[in-house]
Structure formats: structure tokens, C-alpha cells
């Protein structure tokens, strides 16, 4: 099994992403050099965030860190494709993760340790070897070489389909687009806050991020994207 598994809580990340089909994904250099970008993604009321692997020996602990300080937010781990990464994880009392490759090894090693790691599917080999997995989530990367239209096109010859995460290359302008395209959550990384021009500018959001998040959070159940 892989993907999202049920829990025992009361609401399982599939769950609250469907409430809210968005994540963030931040490549610190030190997951605590994360903190004022996580500040201001959890005051626009995102409650994803993935922070992606990084072989330094201090990664689980600054990750263990960011839990404390952000107890509304739900943390994952990005980029995992080696064993290593996922030791690192479970050091870090991550319970989910994602790799942009789909390894039935990799995945098998994630049950044992009791992390629930989606895998990274392009083609419809790799979706149709996910399902027979037993992955409850997958996700679709590099997203924008294949387009919005990408994943609903698949239903007839594979479905049903996977929980589907588009990730790699997308931006906020492109939401609304790729959820009515047919995938569930979208992952977006560095297009989520402003460029900064000068050293020492701080990080400010995309202004039209918290719009999206407020209308979409408004709108009534049967009338959003999915």
C-alpha cells in the first residue's frame, strides 16, 4: 500500500485537501530558515507544507523544530528518493512524503517505517503500476510538460483514477485551470511569494494567493473545482 492510508484521526490529509487542494513546497537550505515564508503560507490559511529532503545531518532536527512552531500545519517531506531520505523523515516525525519517482522498493520501505509516501507517476505505465500498488495518491510530475488537460484524458483507458497532486512548474495563476482539468491538489514551490529583488528583502506572497484561498474555503462544497 502507498499513498494516503486511513487514520484514526478524523480527517486524513486526502481529506483536507479536498477542503483546500493546495501545498506548499519550500527548499530551504535549513528547514528553519523556512519559518517566515511558513508564517505568512499559514496566515493565508495553508495547512500543507512540504519541506524537500536535504542530506544535512541537521534536516530531522529542524524539521522537528518547524512542528513546534507551526502546530496548525500539517509537514511533509519533499524530493525523497533514497532510503537515507526516508530514515531522515521518520527522524523527523514526518507521517508523509513525496518522491518524484514511482520505486515499489522505496515505497515498501516507507510502510515498514510507517510513512506514507506518494510517488511521482508521468506516464500511464507508471499511474496503471501505482494503482496496482494500491496508491490511494499519486503525483503527477513535471506537471507542465504534460498540461491541465493531462490527467482527466487518462480516466477512459485507466480509471478510476488516483487521488492526483499536479506538481513541478505550475503557479497560482494556474489553479483554477488544472483543478477543472480534472487533478485534485496541486503542489506549488518558489512561484507562491514574490520575487526578491534585493538581499535582504523579506518574502511577501503572491497577492493573488489569499484571494484564491478565501474564495475557494467560501465557496459551498458542490460548487468547488475537483
Known amino acids: 500500500?502507498?499513498?494516503?492510508?486511513?487514520?484514526?484521526?478524523?480527517?486524513?490529509?486526502?481529506?483536507?485537501?479536498?477542503?483546500?487542494p493546495l501545498l506548499a513546497v519550500l527548499r530551504p537550505v535549513h528547514p528553519l530558515e523556512a519559518v517566515?515564508?511558513?508564517a505568512l503560507l499559514s496566515a493565508a490559511g495553508?495547512?500543507?507544507?512540504?519541506?524537500?529532503?536535504?542530506?544535512?545531518?541537521?534536516?530531522?532536527?529542524?524539521?522537528?523544530?518547524?512542528?513546534?512552531?507551526?502546530?496548525a500545519i500539517r509537514f511533509g517531506?519533499?524530493?525523497?528518493?533514497?532510503?537515507?531520505?526516508?530514515?531522515?523523515?521518520?527522524?523527523?516525525?514526518?507521517?508523509?512524503?513525496?518522491?518524484?519517482?514511482?520505486?515499489?522498493?522505496?515505497m515498501s520501505c516507507a510502510q515498514r517505517l510507517g510513512i506514507n509516501l506518494v510517488p511521482g507517476v508521468f506516464s500511464p505505465s507508471e499511474v496503471h503500476?501505482?494503482?496496482?500498488?494500491?496508491?490511494?495518491?499519486?503525483?503527477l510530475f513535471p506537471a507542465s510538460a504534460l498540461g491541465p488537460g493531462y490527467w482527466g484524458?487518462?480516466?477512459?483507458?485507466?480509471?478510476?483514477?488516483?487521488?492526483?497532486?499536479?506538481a513541478g512548474g505550475l503557479e497560482v495563476a494556474h489553479l483554477d485551470g488544472w483543478l477543472l482539468g480534472g487533478v485534485n491538489a496541486l503542489a506549488l514551490g518558489s512561484t507562491l511569494f514574490e520575487p526578491i529583488s534585493e538581499a535582504g528583502d523579506c518574502?511577501?506572497?503572491?497577492?493573488?494567493?489569499?484571494?484564491?484561498?478565501?474564495?475557494?474555503?467560501?465557496?459551498?462544497?458542490?460548487?468547488?473545482?475537483?
Open 77 to 106: 517531506a519533499a524530493s525523497v528518493r533514497s532510503l537515507e531520505a526516508l530514515e531522515a523523515v521518520r527522524q523527523a516525525g514526518f507521517s508523509f512524503a513525496f518522491s518524484p519517482v514511482l520505486d515499489p522498493s522505496l
Open 153 to 166: 484524458s487518462l480516466s477512459a483507458a485507466l480509471g478510476p483514477l488516483p487521488f492526483c497532486i499536479a
Open 36 to 38: 517566515s515564508r511558513i
Open 129 to 139: 503500476q501505482a494503482v496496482a500498488l494500491g496508491c490511494t495518491a499519486v503525483k
Open 203 to 226: 518574502p511577501r506572497l503572491d497577492p493573488r494567493l489569499a484571494g484564491w484561498v478565501a474564495a475557494y474555503s467560501s465557496a459551498p462544497s458542490h460548487q468547488r473545482l475537483h
Open 1 to 20: 500500500m502507498c499513498g494516503w492510508l486511513s487514520t484514526s484521526e478524523s480527517q486524513t490529509p486526502l481529506d483536507e485537501l479536498r477542503a483546500l
Open 46 to 71: 495553508i495547512r500543507h507544507v512540504e519541506i524537500a529532503w536535504s542530506p544535512s545531518p541537521r534536516w530531522s532536527h529542524g524539521c522537528r523544530e518547524l512542528t513546534l512552531l507551526f502546530p
